[in-house]
């Protein structure tokens, strides 16, 4: 059983991006409630991504702050922000094509422990007695993410949908509080969609948050509890996504936007 | 002053030479994204040519010089297809060994074919030219000369002609490029044929100034970076202001410090350049 | 093949090692053994390059010039401050490292090229450090006299490291240790993250990596391996010259392990024993070694990037491991 209060987990305020005179995130707030699937959507070119990268340290802010868990943390480097808890995955998947799907997740658990030079050498008993530890927690991630068949594959081997959830699976290695994820759902077919569904529901189920960039309506709709609209790096409407859905300005930034239903 | 003259003298010299050898690397970067090691010793293979060409057929310096250009073109043509092709589509990494393999094979050859002492090459314009109080060699004024020539070529042909203008094109926007369906394969081609030429250029003109041996090219190609850096990889303009820059750099801090120091110098701007102002000060766009 | 029966890699290896040990009793002639010491030297170098190069993925051409500083910390302090070899040696391995954390921090924050070209750069300034601080260095001149590993008296017995035999031993001893170093970061968590930040630096930071302090850590151990060389290098040979620390010295490094096997641990003795045994062969063609250099690494990295032991393995798997193929 999940308590989902109404406790804020993330808080993006006044947030300005701009490259030279290019303007990507036009002061935009909003906030995110712990547990909750918050969907962003808008036009290509609305800043999503820009956002996504500004959240995780990829970029840094022209002005504005952002608040993670009740800590500023704007300006901070992307590899402090996941281990503080806001993981992601990148639009075009990204995982580690040359490894098995074991080492994978692996380099998801790995982060949080000590991974030193010197624990290499000197601490060798103990970093073994770890290994069963660790490999639990990444066999517990690849059994949720449903692919206990392969995890002796290399992630190359893997179909398209595989590796999406892979690259989910190693976003969940890290024991995240936030996830942030970019278009997962992107180049695959009907089914493979509904499966990812069911496994990013289970993982809202689990207790942790999920901020979803998505192009495809239908699933924001079912999926998302509420939606924020952004367009030109501006937040045009925000809300449940009935509600969005009406929206004046929402539907005029989507004229001639074409996308999957 | 006239002391002081004669040092922005040297120091002219030595930038016309980096400024071609950094032309070469240069461009060579923003086109195949290759940092050429080999472009040094090039630059010292043009020299050597120079020299085997005038001391076996005792050839008129001109002839010699012009013979020099299309050899050197021919020596890129074959690197470029024989040893950086094959791995263009490899990790970038394996093309910077390709480069140092080929400084080494390229210094090597030399060695065995020459050995490694001093050779000199005649003047071919042995005035000396009296200006205020500065003495110029005329080999000196005429590398001065002949660097602005090649430059002003160099210049014209990568602004004016279709294949100098793909050619920048795709320094500046190398996916756009090949979208238009520029020919890469070409272009790589191109750009390493007058990479190279220009290192030839470059020994064939340094050749009668100064000694010619086997190791004239490492100071050079490290300078050529250094400048390269300093303008931003992959920008012609600011590679050439970079030779100067660190020509000046390198004159000046020998003479008022020591030759050790002004080693230390130019890689000292190169590394805080690369910490700070990693586009180079002219921003580049590698 | 059963569990249980011994793998082919397994079985080389103690081959090899036992051939290690027996070099000294086999050697007919003094030069025999000091070829083959010389060769010892040479690995440890390569398995320090191969570290951040093999396993991080960063081309470093400061090597030669890390190896030079160890041996010079070693040979200024035996030489001018009478220090004992068994002190000296942990004292020149801290001092390059920290020379190595001076070069790598400011570099590892670069990419790709500009990586390799600021530690040339930096191979040059040490040069040229080594050669200007005269009083210390003995400038162009260098240092003699160096003296060797000497004795250690025990409580029982003493060690005595004067003879060739007794510092091939010494040396091998080292090497032994190095390569287990390299064993375990290979097969630890750091040495997966190296493997992840060679494929996606970006992807193991936004899983939290902290990909500098991984790849400055690594450059760390690879500058104290190649200044623990530079020691034993001194050590035994007994004279130094700045030549000791140019970047010649890092590029053969660079062919020799390239043509042994980048990023494995038997590439970094099967290199040096090809090309030190080719070269000697064309001894008299000593001209021609740099060439060859240059053409083998040329040569390797189109057609053989994963060098010799890459290419024994590949041919095993050919020859051996047909099962399952229907022909």
Not at chain 2, 66 to 91: D, H, K, Q, S, Y
Not at chain 2, 212 to 232: R, S
Request: charged share 15%.
């Amino acid at each position: 059983m999940v308590l989902r209060g109404k406790d804020v987990l993330l808080t993006v305020r006044n947030l300005v991006k701009e490259f030279g005179g290019l303007r990507a995130i036009n002061n935009l707030s909003f906030e995110v409630n712990k547990g909750e699937i918050l969907g962003i959507i808008g036009p290509n070119g609305a800043g999503k991504s820009t956002l996504f990268n500004l959240l995780t340290g990829v970029l840094s802010p022209t002005r504005g702050e952002i608040i993670f868990d009740e800590k500023f943390v704007t300006g901070l480097s992307t590899h402090v922000l996941a281990q503080r808890g806001i993981a992601r995955t990148f639009q075009t998947t990204r995982i580690f094509m040359d490894q098995t799907v074991l080492n994978n997740v692996m380099i998801g658990v790995v982060p949080k422990t000590k991974h030193s030079v010197w624990n290499a050498i000197m601490n060798r008993r103990k970093m073994k007695r770890e290994e069963d530890g660790l490999l639990k927690r990444c066999e517990g991630v690849i059994r949720f993410i449903e692919l206990e068949e392969k995890a002796g594959r290399f992630a190359g081997e893997l179909g398209q949908e595989e590796q999406k959830r892979l690259a989910i699976g190693i976003a969940m290695a890290t024991e995240p509080k936030l996830l942030l994820l970019d278009e997962p759902t992107g180049g695959i077919n009907i089914e493979e969609i509904n499966h990812l569904m069911g496994i990013i529901r289970k993982i809202w189920s689990n207790g942790i948050t999920i901020c979803l960039i998505e192009h495809k309506m239908k699933m924001v709709m079912e999926l998302c509890e509420r939606i924020v609209v952004l367009n030109y790096g501006t937040k045009i409407a925000e809300g449940a996504p009935q509600e969005v859905r009406l929206n004046e300005a929402a539907i005029k930034a989507y004229l001639g936007e074409e996308y999957a239903a | 002053m006239a002391e002081l003259l004669q040092q922005v003298l040297n120091a002219l010299v030595l930038g016309c030479i980096y400024c071609l050898v950094a032309s070469g690397l240069t461009l060579v970067y923003g086109i195949m994204h290759v940092p050429n090691f080999a472009q040094g010793n090039l630059y010292m293979a043009g020299a050597y040519v120079v020299f085997l060409l005038e001391s076996l057929f005792g050839i008129n310096y001109w002839f010699v010089f012009l013979a020099t250009l299309l050899i050197m073109g021919a020596v890129g043509w074959a690197i470029e297809r024989v040893c950086f092709r094959p791995v263009r589509n490899a990790p970038h990494v394996n093309s910077f060994v390709v480069a140092l393999g080929v400084l080494m094979a390229i210094e090597g050859l030399i060695v065995i074919f020459f050995g490694a002492d001093y050779k000199e090459v005649e003047a071919p314009w042995k005035r000396i030219v009296d200006c205020g109080g500065v003495t110029i060699g005329g080999q000196r004024l005429l590398l001065i000369l002949g660097t602005l020539l090649t430059m002003a070529i160099l210049q014209y042909f990568i602004k004016r002609t279709k294949k100098g203008m793909s050619l920048d094109a795709m320094s500046q926007n190398r996916e756009l490029a090949l979208v238009v369906g520029i020919n890469v394969n070409q272009m790589s081609l191109l750009a390493f044929m007058i990479s190279t030429g220009l290192a030839g250029v470059a020994g064939a003109l340094m050749a009668p100034v100064s000694f010619v041996y086997p190791a004239m090219g490492m100071t050079p190609l490290l300078v050529a970076f250094a400048a390269v850096i300093f303008g931003g990889m992959g920008n012609l303009s600011g590679a050439v202001l970079g030779s100067f820059v660190m020509a000046g750099a390198q004159v000046f801090s020998t003479q008022y410090l020591s030759s050790v120091f002004s080693d230390i110098a130019i890689f000292g701007i190169m590394i805080a350049i690369l910490l700070f102002r990693p586009k180079g000060i002219l921003g580049g766009r590698g | 093949m059963t569990r249980a029966s011994v793998s082919p890699k397994f079985l080389f290896s103690i081959v090899g090692m036992v051939f290690l040990i027996i070099v000294p009793e086999i050697a007919t002639t003094g030069f025999f053994l000091h070829m083959a010491t010389v060769i010892l030297l040479w690995t440890i170098l390569c398995l320090s390059l191969n570290v951040i190069f093999g396993y991080g993925g960063q081309l470093s051409l400061a090597h030669g010039g890390l190896f030079g500083v160890g041996a010079y910390v070693y040979g200024v302090l035996a030489t001018k401050l009478g220090i004992h070899f068994w002190l000296a040696f942990p004292a020149a391995g801290i001092v390059t490292g920290i020379v190595g954390l001076l070069i790598g921090i400011p570099s590892l924050r670069l990419k790709g090229p500009y990586f390799v070209i600021v530690t040339l750069g930096f191979n040059i300034i040490l040069v040229a450090i080594i050669r200007n601080l005269t009083s210390l260095t003995g400038g162009v001149n260098g240092l003699v006299g160096i003296p060797g590993p000497g004795i250690i008296p025990g409580p029982f017995f003493a060690l005595d490291f004067n003879s060739k035999t007794s510092q091939y031993y010494l040396i091998l001893f080292f090497l032994l240790v190095f390569w287990l170093v390299m064993y375990f970061i290979r097969d630890s968590r750091i040495g997966k993250c190296l493997a992840a930040i060679k494929e996606d630096e970006d992807l193991c930071q936004s899983v939290g990596i902290n990909t500098m302090w991984v790849k400055v850590q690594t450059f760390l151990l690879s500058s104290i391996l190649a200044g623990l060389g530079g020691v034993l290098y001194a050590s035994y040979i007994g004279v130094l010259a700045p030549d000791d620390a140019s970047f010649h010295v890092g590029f053969d490094a660079l062919v020799y392990l390239t043509v042994g096997g980048i990023g494995s641990v038997v590439g970094t003795i099967l290199g040096p024993v090809v090309m030190i045994l080719i070269s000697e062969f064309l001894q008299a063609f000593v001209e021609i070694r740099l060439f060859i250099n240059g053409l083998a690494l040329v040569i390797l990295i189109i057609f053989m990037p994963q060098g010799l032991r890459g290419g024994v393995a590949y041919l095993w798997k050919r020859l051996f491991q047909t099962r399952g193929n229907a022909t």
